[in-house]
């Protein structure tokens, strides 16, 4: 499967705004039965989200030990507000209950705006980590804090998540990783493990420097 003829799956793809993406693909049915191939559809999602998908119709039947091949036009002139960055991306093609009977995947490059879905998603994501960060430092100010430094904590728990899941954004919109499952749960993970044990340690150093 190649799109604009940038093998999927090899390196990073380069999507443009603007323009039409040609996907070309071959398949081969190992089955014993025909297999029925209704629409071609090409998607990008992050943190489960997707973000763009396109469609097109195809109407082919993939004979039983045979194969087929066909070329593809996809418009993605309207990608521009959807997405931007360097994200996984999927082509997948579907019956006529769309259901994906094969798909490949790979990384691409999406040259869109920071004004697109995605960009307005990382928005979102940074004034989420402003809010959660002011509900875990406003008990400080006040002399509030739990006394157990688990409780202190977990009330920092949240704002670590939402340090990751920026994170995640921010890398991908920045294009210097493309955000896989395994980098979004261990960003996460890693910076809510962080922001805890700030949480923990943090009015006990505050003690030591009134002192």
């Known amino acids: 499967m190649t799109v604009d003829g940038q093998p999927l799956g090899r390196g990073d793809l380069v999507l443009d705004a603007g323009a039409v993406a040609r996907v070309v693909v071959g398949v081969q049915n190992l089955s014993r039965s025909n297999v ?11 943190l489960g989200l997707t ?6 119709r195809v109407h082919t039947t993939v004979p039983a030990r045979g194969s087929a091949n066909w070329t593809v036009d996809l418009d993605i002139r309207d990608l521009d507000g959807r997405a931007t960055g360097l994200m996984p ?5 579907r019956d006529t209950d769309l259901h994906t ?4 995947t790979g990384t691409a490059s999406v040259h869109g705006s920071l004004l697109s879905i995605y960009g307005l998603f990382g928005l979102g994501l940074l004034v989420l980590m ?6 875990a430092l406003l008990p400080l100010g006040r002399h509030a ?3 157990t430094w688990w409780l202190r904590g977990l009330r920092f728990l949240p704002a670590g998540c939402a340090v990751g899941l920026f994170g995640v954004f921010a890398l ?3 294009r210097l990783l493309s955000p896989t499952t395994a980098v979004d749960v261990s ?3 890693i910076a809510a493990a962080t922001c805890f044990a700030v949480g923990a340690l943090l009015p006990r150093l505050t003690a030591a420097r009134s002192h």
């Open 51 to 56: 973000f763009f998908d396109y469609d097109t």
């Open 89 to 93: 991306v999927e082509v997948a093609l």
């Open 145 to 147: 804090a739990p006394a």
């Open 36 to 46: 029925n191939v209704d629409s071609v559809r090409l998607s990008g999602t992050v």
């Open 130 to 135: 402003g809010l959660l960060w002011a509900v």
């Open 101 to 104: 009977v094969a798909k490949a």
């Open 187 to 189: 960003l996460t993970v």
């Open 172 to 174: 991908s919109a920045t």
